[in-house]
């Protein structure tokens, strides 16, 4: 094991952002103890995988869970200049292509219980490289430590990487940008993991406007209509 990297920037502050991955936490801990490496896809880049990828890998270390969050986007990944990584890191190409063990790659962080495997340095190849029998031990090793290997991935649409992974998770969560993605788009992803024999989670459907959303709408309406009859009632009962 490589030293502790510090990861910055990974508590959002948002109320309601934090709820919905306490949930997401809460759905994946109830798929089973058999569900252990889960790998989050989309059909178009920006869609908020890393974002959610992340977030959860945090959220399941603060209740005490060993996870182990692997950057699988060798083409374009983010971790490491959106969470301020220092120094020299070696990642998941590297290891790929022969140049680094696996103890190399792997990184304890500032986040308890949280380790992580960097992307590495773009490789011309990356569809190859997760092909290697490498990237199986990898997964396979990690399984024996860890509670979860969360899987970060490139969009699915015109990439094959995703679906090379796909074949070796336990499962798959599509992120869906809210008013952004086809459902045509979707269900091509679908489609595609399905072929893999990757069983689908579910979906998070990311930056979702619950200001205009009407099931909270009414939720809303109905709470405050639920309150006037009561206070009626109570107002009532006191004459
Ligand atoms: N912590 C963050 N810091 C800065 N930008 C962010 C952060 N999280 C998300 N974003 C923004 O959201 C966009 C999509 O998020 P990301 O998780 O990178 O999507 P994906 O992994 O699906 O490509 C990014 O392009 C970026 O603009
Ligand atoms: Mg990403």
Same mark, same amino acid.
């Given at each position: ?14 109320y ?5 991955? /306490?949930?997401l ?5 109830f798929?089973?103890s058999?569900l252990?490496t889960?790998? %989050?896809?989309s059909?178009m880049p920006?869609? &908020?995988?890393?974002e ?5 890998a945090v !959220?399941?270390?603060?209740?005490g869970? /060993? ?6 986007d060798?083409?374009? $990944?983010? *971790? ?5 990584? #220092?120094g ?12 680094k063990?696996m103890?190399?790659i *792997?990184?304890?962080t500032?986040?308890e &219980?949280?380790? =992580?495997? %960097?992307a590495?340095?773009?490789? +011309? ?7 290697e029998n $490498?990237? /199986?031990?990898? =997964?396979? @090793? ?12 490139? +969009? ?6 995703? @679906? =090379?992974? @796909?074949? *070796?998770?336990d499962?798959?969560? =599509?992120v ?5 993605? !086809?459902?045509r ?6 489609a595609? *993991? ?5 069983r689908i989670l &579910?979906v998070?459907?990311? #930056?979702?406007?619950?200001s205009?959303?009407r099931y ?5 309406k ?6 006037? @009859?009561?206070e009626?009632?109570y107002?009532?009962?006191k004459?």
């Open positions: 094991m490589s030293d502790a990297v510090c990861l910055k920037h990974v508590e959002k502050g948002d309601a952002y934090e709820e919905a991955i /306490k949930t936490r809460t759905n994946i801990q798929c089973g058999n252990k889960v790998m %989050f896809t059909s920006d869609e &908020g995988k890393s959610v990828v992340m977030a959860l !959220s399941l270390a603060s209740i869970k /060993k996870v182990l969050l692997v950057d699988a060798i083409r374009k $990944s983010v *971790l490491i200049t959106r969470h301020g990584v #220092r020299r890191i070696n990642g998941l190409s590297q290891y790929l292509s022969g140049q063990t103890e190399e *792997l990184y304890h500032n986040i &219980g949280m380790d =992580i495997v %960097f590495g340095p773009y490789s +011309p190849n990356p569809a190859e490289l997760l092909e $490498s990237f /199986k031990e990898l =997964i396979r @090793a990690a399984r024996e430590d860890y509670d979860y290997l969360l899987i970060d991935t490139p +969009p699915m649409a015109g990439l094959i990487d995703g @679906a =090379i992974v @796909a074949g *070796l998770c499962g798959a969560v =599509i869906i940008e809210s008013g952004a993605i !086809s459902r788009l979707v269900q091509r992803v679908k595609q *993991l399905e072929k893999s024999g990757c &579910g998070v459907l990311n #930056r979702m406007d619950t205009r959303d909270y709408g009414k939720y809303g109905y709470n405050s209509y639920k309150r006037d @009859a009561y009626q009632y107002e009532k009962k004459e």
